[in-house]
C-alpha cells in the first residue's frame, strides 16, 4: 500500500516531536523555567492547575530572537 510509506513518516515525526518536548521540559526543570514570578499554580484537593504566563513570554521572545536571527542570515 503506498500511503502507508507517508503514515510511517508521519509517526516518526510525531514521535520525534514528543521526544523534544520530553528532553525540554527536563532541562527548564533544572533551569528552574516553570517557578518563575507570574506562573500561577492553583492546588486544590483534586487537582492541580499550572499556568505558566511568565515561563511561555520568556519562552517566546527568545524563540522570536533566535528565528528573527536566523531570517536574517
Known sequence: MPGLDNVGRILIAIGGVILLAGVLFLVFERTGLGR???????RRENFTIFVPITTMI????????????????
Do not use: A, W
Open 58 to 73: 520568556i519562552i517566546s521572545l527568545v524563540l522570536t530572537l533566535i528565528f528573527s536571527l536566523l531570517r536574517r542570515f
Open 36 to 42: 518563575l514570578p507570574g506562573d500561577i499554580v492553583i
